[in-house]
Each structure stands twice: as structure tokens, then as C-alpha cells.
């Protein structure tokens, strides 16, 4: 409890001159793009859209961590980086199933967004059973009186000395609101770098549309997935490790995610396109 | 976020490690440019030892790291560094003889910037983020391109995005079986995201000790070897590839070897010191 207790408060201030230089960074990496390869300008819009989506996206997944390994903290019991790899690449994996298949970019991304909001709806119902039957806990959170969903009161639930455990209803709902949000943010990323190579890698390449698909695609998802990573360890970071969900606190810290998702996003979306362009 | 919770006792200091790591990475890499000049495949294995040094360089980047409580634990580090070195990778690639040095130059300068990002935009505040978050990018991007050129034999985005398939005699030119459009990429990824963060992730505590650390690491980058120098059977000559294989596994079979004995060490130390006092009534 003391070493969970004695985690820092700072971090959650603002900093308002980073956040400026951060807009600034976004618009010199647009400008970069806009004048090295105007036909990637969009593209990279969208993918920085995607990295906003999965930046905010991962402030809603109940992330635990160690403490909620010993059931001292509610949320599913690993790390940012593992539960964004779960849930983010199934939603890819579901999104590039539906471009494969020749659909439009809507339902491309939204089946993104549902295969991520299934993968999280499975991990935070499978957590809840070893919660529950394995460790035999109830789920209770520590952060507020009641659930903001069904209203049930938390505290005759919860341990002394413990910040909560289990999983709660509202962290469910924020997990499987997560899970919708970063797959389709990935997705999006993914099926802009796919649109771009495959319309300019047959030319840079000197060789045929059907030929180029295998490169495009392992390089469209190869990209997804670092980006991907990189936003979800960026957005660790903002919630220093864990956040129990929607309701939590640190939630409020989003607006600090969001400029630093958009610059990541940006910058490696650049490195990206620029493949096509040298 | 600013609370350190362990320091560097004695050891090897780190820009000394970081320096050695960089110049015999960089050194391997262009080891592997012989297959070039002597129209083999023999000197693909450098790429592999490329890979070691690279990896010894980012763990001990990742304990400079994380002796700061950044709260997500080490395994986010490992995927950061890959995350961003991926990208900085694939593009260098596309400049040919001088992909390492710009895969270098391209990683630090996203790094860099990831760096700032962290620790103004995000409030992180830790003295050694942006500096550590540079160096992973890069070693992210060598030690993938240390993989490509393992298992291709070479590192530009032709050589990467090309392979060869013989069929009834005739040898055809194909990009699905490729380092790139095969995406074994993707494994090279996670082998080296993993071996990178298992290290100081395992070592880490009171008996944090730099040399057993460091041979863990180079144990676990000849056993990520191991497994590509298999893949690489698929893309170069079976010789070249059992040259590669061979080297894995004396290297692995040493360093294991040096790894137990140094746990053994440090283990016995601990026994001694009795960290758990008796209780009454036990």
C-alpha cells in the first residue's frame, strides 16, 4: 500500500508552452509532408487521426499492473504496452481481414474498432472469472463511492488497505470503449499506409500492382504496429502506468495525450510516406 | 516523477557502454557488406553479432531508464524502442551503402523528438528520458536491421523486399518469399523487443549486478540469433545459414553458461546476507 500510496501526484499539471511547441511540431511535420509529397498530405491527416484515436482510446482501458496481480488495485493485471498489443492488434488484425475483402474504409475501420472492443470484452470478462473464482474477490473500485454506471455502492466491498480489486462494471464498459477506439484508430492507420504504397510502391519499385501487394501490406502493418506502440507507451507514460477506467482521475490528463499522440503519430507517419518519396 | 530508486554502483559507466555499443554495431553491420564485394553469403552472421552489441548497448539504456519510476513497467520500454527503430529502419533502408549511419541518424532525431514529447508535452520530468528514449530508437532500428541483414544477407530495401525461388531448375524472382513481404520482419520485431526488456526486466532489485545483466542479454541475443539464423535457411545459402547457426550456438551454449555461473555467484552472496528474519513459532 505505502509503495502505491507514495506514487507521485505531479504529472497531472499542464504544460502550456510544451503543448504550443507540440502544435507547432504537428503543423511543421504537415507542412514537411505537404511539400516533400503533397499526394501523402490526407493520408497522414487520417494517420494522425488514428494516433489520436488509439492515444485517447487507451485513457478508457482499466490497466492494473502489479498491484492488480496481487489484487491491491482494480484493473486487468498488466501493463499498458501488453494490453494495447492484445487489444489493438486484434482490432488490426479484424480491420485488415475487412480491407482484404474489398470493403469500403467505413466499415474497414468500424470492423477495426469492433474487433478491438471484442478482444477487451473477452480479457475483462475472463479477468473478472479469475478474479472472482480464482483469487475469490469481489470487484470494488477505489476511486469512487459509486459505479457512474449502475450506481452500486463500492466501499463494503472494498479490502482495508487495498486501492480496490476486481474489475467493476464501469472499468468493464471503459475497457471494451478503449478496445473500440484504439483497433479503429490502428485500422485507420493501417488501411492509409496500405492506400499509399499500394498506389505509389508499383512505380518506385518498377514491378506490377499484384506484385507489390505482399510489400504493401507487410509494410502498411509492420508501420501500424510500431505507431501503434509507440502511442500506447506514450499514453503509459501520461497515466504513469495505471488507470482504473473512465471515472479514475488521471482520466482528466487526456488533453495532454492527445497533442503528444497527434506529434508521434505525425512525425512517424511522415517517416513512413517518405518510403515513397526518396 | 522524479524519484530514482536504485543508482549505478561501480560497473562500466554508461556512455562507455553506449559508445562501444554503437561504433561495433555499426562495424558489424558494414562486415555484412563483404557479401557484396565477394558475391557471397558467408559474412551474413556479422549481422547477428551486430545484434548482440546492439542489444547489450539498449539494456543497459533500459536500466538508466527505469531506475527511474516511470510506473509502466520495463516490457514498454523494449516495445518504444522497436515501435519507433521499425520505422526509422525501413526508410534508411532505401539509401543503400549508407542505411546504418542514416538508420542511426533517422532514429535518434524520432527518438529525440519522442523524447521531448514524453517528458515536456506529457510532464514526465525525468532527467535521463529524452537522452535514453534517443538511444533506444536507434538501437531499435540497428538491431532490425542486424536481423534483415542475418537473414537476407544485406540490408537495402531491394535486397529486403526481393527473394528468389527455384522451380523445376529455373530460379524466379519473387517479393512474397522476402524479408519484408514475407514479414518475417514481424518476428524479428518481437525477438528483438523481447530480448532487449527481459534482461534488466529479470535482473532488476537489490542484487541488480552490471555483468550478470549484460550476460543475459548477449544470452538472450544468440538465442534470438538462433531463431533467425533458422528463418535465414529460407533466404540465403544453406552454408551461410549454418555458419550463422553454428556461431548461435556456441555463443548461446557460452554465455549461458557464463550467465548461470554468474547467478550462481551473486545467488550465494544472497543466501548469506538472510533477507527473511525468523520469526517466533516457525
Given amino acids: ?278 | 516523477m522524479t524519484v530514482k530508486v536504485e543508482v549505478i554502483e561501480g560497473g562500466i559507466p554508461h556512455n562507455k557502454i553506449m559508445i562501444a555499443g554503437i561504433v561495433s554495431t555499426l562495424v558489424c553491420l558494414y562486415l555484412t557488406y563483404l557479401n557484396v564485394l565477394t558475391g557471397t553469403e558467408m559474412f551474413s552472421f556479422f549481422g547477428g553479432l551486430a545484434v548482440i552489441a546492439a542489444l547489450i548497448w539498449g539494456s543497459h539504456t533500459i536500466k538508466v531508464l527505469c531506475s527511474y519510476g516511470i510506473g509502466t513497467g520495463v516490457p514498454s520500454a523494449g516495445m518504444i524502442a522497436f515501435g519507433s527503430g521499425v520505422i526509422a529502419m525501413l526508410l534508411a533502408t532505401k539509401f543503400g551503402f549508407y542505411a546504418p549511419i542514416v538508420a542511426a541518424v533517422l532514429a535518434a532525431i524520432i527518438g529525440f523528438i519522442l523524447g521531448y514529447v514524453s517528458n515536456n508535452i506529457l510532464n514526465m520530468k525525468i532527467p535521463a528520458m529524452v537522452q535514453a528514449l534517443t538511444e533506444m530508437a536507434v538501437v531499435g532500428a540497428l538491431t532490425l536491421m542486424g536481423f534483415a541483414a542475418l537473414i537476407t544477407g544485406g540490408f537495402t530495401f531491394a535486397g529486403l523486399t526481393t527473394g528468389h525461388v527455384t522451380v523445376m531448375g529455373m530460379t524466379l524472382l519473387t517479393h512474397e518469399q522476402s524479408f519484408l513481404g514475407g514479414c518475417l520482419i514481424a518476428v524479428a520485431f518481437l525477438l528483438g523487443a523481447i530480448a532487449i526488456q527481459h534482461p534488466f526486466n529479470a535482473c532488476l532489485g537489490p542484487g541488480w549486478q552490471q555483468d550478470r545483466m549484460l550476460m543475459l542479454t548477449a544470452e538472450c541475443g544468440f538465442l534470438s540469433m538462433l531463431v533467425a539464423a533458422i528463418m535465414s535457411f529460407a533466404l540465403i545459402s544453406t552454408g551461410s545459414a549454418l555458419i550463422s547457426l553454428i556461431i548461435a550456438i556456441i555463443g548461446w551454449a557460452y554465455t549461458y553458461n557464463e550467465y548461470m555461473v554468474l547467478s550462481k555467484r551473486d545467488a550465494a552472496a544472497w543466501l548469506d546476507a538472510k533477507p527473511i528474519p525468523e520469526m517466533e513459532g516457525h
Fill in chain 1, 1 to 278: 500500500m505505502s509503495a502505491v500510496a507514495a506514487k507521485p501526484a505531479a504529472g497531472g499539471a499542464m504544460n502550456p508552452t510544451a503543448m504550443a511547441v507540440g502544435i507547432v511540431l504537428l503543423l511543421i511535420l504537415l507542412g514537411i509532408a505537404y511539400f516533400v509529397y503533397p499526394a501523402g498530405l490526407i493520408p497522414l491527416v487520417l494517420i494522425v487521426v488514428g494516433g489520436v484515436l488509439i492515444g485517447f482510446g487507451v485513457h478508457f482501458v482499466p490497466v492494473g499492473g502489479a498491484p492488480a496481480a496481487m489484487g491491491q488495485a482494480p484493473g486487468i493485471a498488466t501493463g499498458v504496452a501488453m494490453l494495447a498489443a492484445g487489444g489493438g492488434l486484434a482490432g488490426l488484425f479484424g480491420g485488415a481481414w475487412a480491407a482484404a475483402a474489398g470493403q469500403d474504409a467505413l466499415v474497414v475501420v468500424i470492423t477495426g474498432g469492433i474487433g478491438g472492443g471484442l478482444m477487451m470484452a473477452i480479457t475483462c470478462m475472463m479477468v473478472n472469472f479469475v478474479y472472482v473464482f480464482g483469487m475469490g474477490i469481489p470487484a470494488a473500485s477505489g476511486k469512487v463511492a459509486k459505479d457512474p454506471i449502475t450506481g452500486d455502492t463500492q466501499a463494503e466491498y472494498k479490502s482495508q488497505g487495498t486501492e480496490g480489486h476486481g474489475l467493476p462494471f464501469v472499468s468493464f464498459v471503459g475497457g471494451v470503449i478503449g478496445g473500440l477506439f484504439a483497433g479503429a484508430g490502428g485500422t485507420l492507420i493501417y488501411l492509409e499506409l496500405l492506400n499509399v504504397y499500394q498506389a505509389a510502391l508499383p512505380a518506385v519499385m518498377g514491378i506490377t500492382a499484384a506484385q507489390v501487394m505482399p510489400i504493401a501490406v507487410s509494410a502498411a502493418g509492420m508501420f501500424a504496429v510500431g505507431m501503434f506502440l509507440v502511442n500506447a507507451v506514450l499514453t503509459a507514460y501520461n497515466i504513469t502506468g495505471t488507470i482504473e477506467g473512465p471515472h479514475d482521475p488521471k482520466f482528466k490528463r487526456w488533453p495532454r495525450s492527445v497533442v503528444a499522440s497527434a506529434v508521434a503519430s505525425a512525425l512517424c507517419g511522415l517517416v513512413a510516406i517518405l518510403i515513397v518519396a526518396i
